[in-house]
C-alpha cells in the first residue's frame, strides 16, 4: 500500500507562489500515475493536474502555466509549484497516487490560501 503526506500549504498574497509537496512511502514501485486535486469550501474536489508514468502531464485549464507537477524519483517525491497565484486558488490540495492492485491513495491534504 502506498501513503502520502502533503506538506508546502500556507497563506500567500495574489500574486504569490507555493510548493507543495507530495512524499510517498510503501509500495511506491508500483505506482503509475499521481495527480494533485483541489477542494475549496462548498465545492466538489476538482483535478488540478496529474502525471504518469513517462512525465506526460496534464493540467485544469484555470492553472495552465501557473503550475507545475513533477516527480523526482529519487525523493519519492511529487511537486506543485505554483506561481502568480489568485484568490479562487484557495482550497485544501490533496496528493493521490494509483497502483495497480492497490487502487487510488490520498494524502490528507495540505490548506492553500491567497488573499487579496
Known amino acids: 500500500q502506498v501513503q502520502l503526506v502533503e506538506s508546502g500549504g500556507g497563506l500567500v498574497q495574489a500574486g504569490g507562489s507555493l510548493r507543495l509537496s507530495c512524499a510517498a512511502s510503501?509500495?511506491?514501485?508500483?505506482?503509475?500515475?499521481m495527480g494533485w486535486y483541489r477542494q475549496a469550501p462548498g465545492k466538489q474536489r476538482e483535478l488540478v493536474a496529474h502525471i504518469i508514468s513517462g512525465g506526460i502531464s496534464t493540467y485544469a485549464d484555470s492553472v495552465k502555466g501557473r503550475f507545475t507537477i513533477f516527480r523526482d524519483h529519487a525523493k519519492n517525491t511529487m511537486y506543485l509549484p505554483m506561481n502568480s497565484l489568485k484568490p479562487e486558488d484557495t482550497a485544501v490540495y490533496y496528493c493521490n497516487a494509483i497502483a495497480p492492485g492497490d487502487g487510488i491513495s490520498w494524502g490528507q491534504g495540505t490548506q492553500v490560501t491567497v488573499s487579496y
Open positions: 510503501g509500495i511506491i514501485d508500483s505506482i503509475n500515475a
